[in-house]
């Protein structure tokens, strides 16, 4: 059973930074992607950023030049550095991880619990 589980969320003014963390915890899988999306009150959950096995990063417009995406292989873990935050980034961030069983090649999608950002003007 393959879990993730999200820190790292909370309250911050206009211009702060925040560092979110997912971690999967469990045994005998082999993580691919990994990334992050959010979903504001009244909108459609969107894609954040996502970071490959290799290393491979994307994101959305809004938020190049100012979130980083990042993982520890080691660790199973991936981090989302967001900085210059402004309370359009106000949201429920969830971490995603593509996962495959070990010596099985199908691809899953887990989410995590989520976790709340809020940016005060």
């Known amino acids: 059973q393959v879990q993730l589980v999200e820190s790292g969320g909370g309250l911050v003014q206009a211009g702060g930074s925040l560092r979110l963390s997912c971690a999967a915890s469990?045994?005998?899988?082999?993580?691919?992607?990994m990334g992050w999306y959010r979903q504001a009150p009244g909108k459609q959950r969107e894609m954040v950023a996502r970071?490959?096995?290799?290393?491979?990063?994307n994101y959305v417009d809004s938020v190049k030049g100012r979130f980083t995406v990042s993982r520890d292989n080691a660790k199973n873990t991936v981090y989302l550095q967001m900085n210059s935050l402004n309370p359009e980034d106000t949201a429920v961030y969830y971490c995603?991880?593509?996962?495959?069983?070990?010596?099985?090649?199908?691809?899953?999608?887990?989410w995590g619990q989520g976790t709340q950002v809020t940016v005060s003007s």
């Open positions: 469990g045994s005998g899988f082999s993580i691919n992607a």
């Open positions: 995603n991880a593509v996962i495959s069983p070990s010596g099985v090649s199908i691809n899953y999608m887990y």
């Open positions: 970071i490959s096995s290799g290393g491979s990063t």
